[in-house]
């Protein structure tokens, strides 16, 4: 499936005292879509707990994430499908080289 994935290269987030609130993806439905995050560790779930929190999904700090595979979640929202993909990934080598991966800053979150 990651193969046939196109990478988001667009999308809008709804934002309020700098917190992302929701994320308004493509028009187009029925798609598989990659997003490429950045992580320090294997274990770093800092950018993926703030995408998750984008596409309305809940976590806590204090628990894992779940359904997560080899640092790779995948999920349905707006009728799209959604992969997450972690630099700590496998399948992280198959994002282009072109494509920013998206980060945080290094404090808490």
Same mark, same amino acid.
């Given at each position: 499936?990651?193969?046939?994935?196109? /990478? !988001?290269?667009? +999308?809008?987030?709804?934002? #309020?005292?700098? $917190?992302? !609130?929701h994320f308004a993806g493509?028009?187009?439905? +029925? @798609?598989?879509? =990659?997003?490429?995050?950045?992580?320090?560790?294997?274990?770093?779930?800092?950018?993926?707990?703030?995408?998750?929190?984008?596409? +309305?999904?809940? =976590?806590? *700090?204090?628990?894992? &994430?779940?359904? &997560? #595979?080899?640092?790779?979640?995948?999920?349905?929202? *707006? @009728?799209?499908?959604? $992969? !997450?993909?972690?630099?700590?990934? /496998?399948?992280?080598?198959?994002?282009?080289?072109?494509? /920013?991966?998206?980060? =945080?800053?290094? +404090?808490?979150?």
């Amino acid at each position: 499936m990651l193969h046939f994935a196109g /990478p !988001l290269r667009k +999308g809008r987030a709804a934002s #309020h005292s700098g $917190l992302m !609130l929701h994320f308004a993806g493509p028009a187009e439905k +029925g @798609r598989v879509f =990659t997003v490429y995050f950045e992580q320090e560790n294997p274990t770093d779930r800092r950018v993926l707990r703030k995408l998750a929190g984008c596409f +309305g999904l809940f =976590t806590m *700090d204090d628990m894992n &994430l779940r359904g &997560l #595979h080899k640092n790779m979640l995948r999920l349905t929202y *707006d @009728r799209n499908q959604y $992969l !997450l993909v972690g630099s700590q990934s /496998p399948y992280y080598n198959l994002k282009p080289p072109d494509l /920013p991966a998206v980060r =945080t800053d290094s +404090g808490g979150g």
